[in-house]
DNA sequence: TTAAATCATACGACATATTGTCGGATAAAT
DNA sequence: ATTTATCCGACAATATGTCGTATGATTTAA
């Protein structure tokens, strides 16, 4: 017998989305497998059918995000002739801010961020090497920069109550990647 | 018979130092009471003399931690003219590299990064603002991109094999942060 | 078309590990 | 000698990980 793919492919969903409810409010550690086929409605030990611990889990979940992420960027990261893409890591965000807002957040994984950032830095290297920049210590830690501090804004942003507008957020960011941090704060000297 | 603070804080000092040295080789998860009294040579029940559950130890930890960054930077911070103060957060940095790494690192505490920003934020806030700077959103976000960059900069720095020098990475820092991310990657061009 | 065989899926139960909370042993200070 | 801070041993409750097995759906053969 062959398996039966609808099934499993539920299954999993279920837990991994039982997993998430949980995973939202509070950290990874004080998750146990009873309270996440609890709330799926299996038993405990078809759990271990699918994964192997919590940490499983919040793996696999990753993996499937991270796919996702670099599906789309690929063109639109070496579109523009801006040597920084801006508003497309801002519309990254926001489509899957759903997942990134924990993830990123307070009790997310910081294993993840990193993740990220080295998923979409060579994407972003490779276009800029092609447009004739220099590869080398400079232009990856400038890369890790600005990645950094984009991601850094973003979860600010987007966990905060009376929050920017995507507009003028947009606006300071594109300043800040012209003239810099000290450019701006100069500017705001009366 | 009154307390004897020595004999608790060296207790309580044992048990931090067993604990993290399992934290900076695993998530905290997946450590258990019973090994940190076991590396620390106690019966697992003294533990909870002092701690309620793994997470407090690593609380209290940060808290010491935060006090002693708080302790530093507030003159420095104020200092110089220069609107941002890179090379106190670099030193700042490098004097508690031990547990930044890892408290900034893949198994760290994302809760951890934002208590740090949020503790040095307001002390730089205040400077600038004094400084003739207008307090707003565009400060505010300002601040939080140049802190989120700096930390995830230093993060990747301290735990890469072949790191530039320091000399170079404060240097490339100076060069971000006064002509933005935009110019220095227009700079890389041949 | 029907009936039997097969196998994926989920479950119940077991042994072991971890947790949190007692009351009590020990040793030092008064 | 008495008191009490510090640490420990033992207990009940909960969580973990791994079995073998029931169920029910699909395949195979009559």
């Known amino acids: 017998m062959k398996k039966n793919p609808?099934?499993?492919?539920?299954?999993?969903?279920?837990?991994?989305?039982?997993?998430?409810?949980?995973?939202?409010?509070?950290?990874?550690?004080?998750?146990t497998i009873k309270e996440i086929t609890a709330k799926a409605g299996y038993n405990r030990s078809t759990f271990y059918e699918y994964f192997t611990d919590v940490y499983d889990v919040l793996e696999q979940l990753e993996n499937s995000l991270i796919s996702k992420l670099q599906e789309v960027p690929m063109?639109?990261?070496?579109?523009?002739?801006?040597?920084?893409?801006?508003?497309a890591l801002i519309r990254?965000?926001?489509?899957?801010?759903?997942?990134?807002?924990?993830?990123?957040?307070?009790?997310?994984?910081?294993?993840?961020?990193?993740?990220?950032?080295?998923?979409?830095?060579?994407?972003?290297?490779?276009?800029?090497?092609?447009?004739?920049?220099?590869?080398?210590?400079?232009?990856?830690?400038?890369?890790?920069?600005?990645?950094?501090?984009?991601i850094g804004i973003l979860s600010y942003r987007f966990n905060q109550e009376n929050a920017p507008s995507i507009e003028d957020l947009t606006s300071l960011l594109g300043e800040l990647s012209s003239e810099g941090v000290i450019g701006k704060l100069m500017g705001l000297r009366e």
Do not use: C
């Not at 099934?7 to 949980?22: E, H, P, S």
């Not at 063109?75 to 508003?87: A, I």
């Not at 307070?106 to 294993?111: E, V």
């Open 6 to 31: 609808a099934i499993t492919a539920q299954t999993r969903q279920n837990l991994t989305d039982a997993f998430w409810q949980l995973y939202s409010s509070k950290p990874i550690g004080k998750i």
């Open 75 to 87: 063109q639109q990261l070496s579109s523009s002739g801006d040597p920084f893409p801006l508003e």
């Open 92 to 150: 990254l965000y926001s489509e899957h801010r759903q997942y990134l807002t924990i993830l990123l957040g307070d009790h997310g994984d910081p294993a993840f961020q990193r993740r990220i950032k080295a998923s979409i830095k060579p994407l972003m290297k490779e276009t800029l090497v092609v447009q004739g920049a220099k590869d080398g210590f400079e232009l990856d830690y400038t890369l890790e920069y600005a990645l950094s501090a984009m």
